[in-house]
């Protein structure tokens, strides 16, 4: 396409987008206002999420969190609680992180300027480009997956969009189209497009507003475009889980941990668990033994705490961007906390660990309920695990796989 030709494209691009904007844009409750706080955080949600999961978490974290003072004063966990069932929960740590940047170093006024914006935590070339243009009605380009996708068809583009070099030249594209005064208007107008008409896999080109100047259709590509090479399958791991049912004053409860302070869900709770070892991998589901061996040696290898599993309670899978989990849970026995925790399990425990594991293949556990070996087991958790019920599910933040399986549990048995 030449050069005139092109320039001719994208002011038509431009024209006909807005105006179909202005007269189909969805009232969206971040979109009634230019609070760059209140898009930020919207900004955040939407990245990996669909708008109708968005908004009622983005109402209740705005009632909780109204102001970027609030975001910054807040404890850790209520946030990560408000963040609960969104996933990717590093965007809500670097969220928090960001505003309290603003408030330290800005008086709690999101800043204007591209390099200050630029410069909190989290916030890369789209989320400044969404704020600074739709807040601010600055000329920046805010390139995410669907104005790629947009670009690539319109254009008639062959880059491939996982490069980042596909990325930096649709940015430069973008930012020369963008509309002197309506810059906010206009990134959200190529958004809302490719969220509702110019989508992923079933275009709607008959209801597009620049169907007469669009580069792929014409060349009858627009199902073929982007071009994007895939990325690799996440890998899978078979995750061993123990159900550790409490007695005594914490019956009705269950044992949960806090995870490690940094790494995957840093600082959430969930159900005690391990990656299974190959040889208990290759167990069939409910075959038990050897799987009720490696969950038993492993927990009290790993955390100094001793179970003794019973059965298969049920089976969940999770998908990370690069990881698949399959949990396979099972209700357990409580036994006791070793004294000075993992450290003290090293050597100290296979003989004790082999015959609970071997009780409850046999289903003697689950008949007789003796403590391990007669030994008299004290209950109380050490620093980072807690018995909990069905209240403390309302203050703890949990990943979305064992938010199921407890929630599961619960409903089950009351």
């Known amino acids: 396409m030449s050069r005139e030709k ?6 038509f691009f431009a024209a006909e987008l807005l105006n179909w904007y202005d007269a189909n844009k969805r009232d969206l409750p971040w979109r009634r206002d230019r609070d760059p706080y209140r898009i930020w955080v919207s900004e955040v949600m939407l990245q990996q999420t ?8 983005y109402e209740r974290f705005m009632e909780r969190f109204p102001t970027v003072r609030h975001l910054a004063e807040a404890p850790e966990e209520e946030v990560l609680k408000c963040w609960e069932g969104l996933g990717y929960y590093s965007r809500a740590r670097n969220l928090q992180a960001g505003a309290r940047q603003v408030v330290e170093l800005y008086g709690g006024v999101v800043p204007d300027d591209k390099a200050a914006i630029s410069s909190l935590k989290g916030i890369g070339p789209y989320t400044a ?24 068809r319109y254009f ?30 206009f990134n959200q ?14 275009p709607g080109c008959l209801l597009c507003p620049v169907l007469a100047q669009c580069a792929g259709r014409a060349a009858g590509r627009e199902r073929e475009l982007p ?18 049912e409490g007695r005594g004053e914490h019956a009705g409860k269950v044992l949960v941990r806090r995870r490690p302070d940094s790494g995957l869900l840093a600082r959430m709770w ?24 490696a969950l038993s040696r492993g927990l009290a290898e790993e955390a100094g705490l001793l ?27 409580f036994g006791f906390f070793l004294e000075g925790g993992r450290e003290a399990a090293a050597g100290a425990v296979s003989e004790t660990v082999s015959e609970a594991a071997s009780e409850a293949a046999s289903g003697v556990a689950a008949e007789t309920g003796a403590p391990y070996g007669g030994r008299s087991c004290g209950e109380e958790p050490p620093d980072g695990w807690l018995w909990i019920g069905p209240g403390d599910m309302a203050s703890l933040a949990f990943p979305n796989v064992f938010l199921r399986i407890l929630n599961d549990y619960f409903a089950r048995r009351t």
């Open 50 to 57: 669909r708008v109708d999961t968005v908004i009622p978490y």
């Open 307 to 333: 179970v003794r599993p019973e059965r298969l309670w049920t089976e969940e899978e999770h998908v990370f961007s690069h990881i698949r989990w399959k949990v396979d849970v099972y209700l357990a026995e």
């Open 129 to 152: 480009g969404a704020i600074l243009s739709i807040a601010y009605n600055k000329p920046e380009p805010a390139v995410d997956g669907n104005v790629m996708r947009v670009m690539s």
């Open 156 to 185: 008639l583009l062959e880059d491939d969009i996982s490069k980042p070099s596909a990325r930096t030249k649709i940015e430069r594209l973008a930012a020369s189209i963008i509309p002197e005064g309506r810059a906010g208007d």
């Open 189 to 202: 107008a190529v958004m809302e497009l490719g969220a509702l008409v110019c989508t992923p896999k079933s």
């Open 6 to 11: 092109t320039e001719a494209a994208a002011a």
């Open 227 to 244: 071009v994007k090479s895939k990325p690799k399958p996440p890998r899978p791991e078979l995750r061993l889980a123990a159900l550790v």
């Open 270 to 293: 969930e159900l005690p668990h391990m990656l299974a070892p190959d040889e208990a991998a290759a167990v069939e589901a409910g075959a038990g033994h050897g799987r009720f061996d």
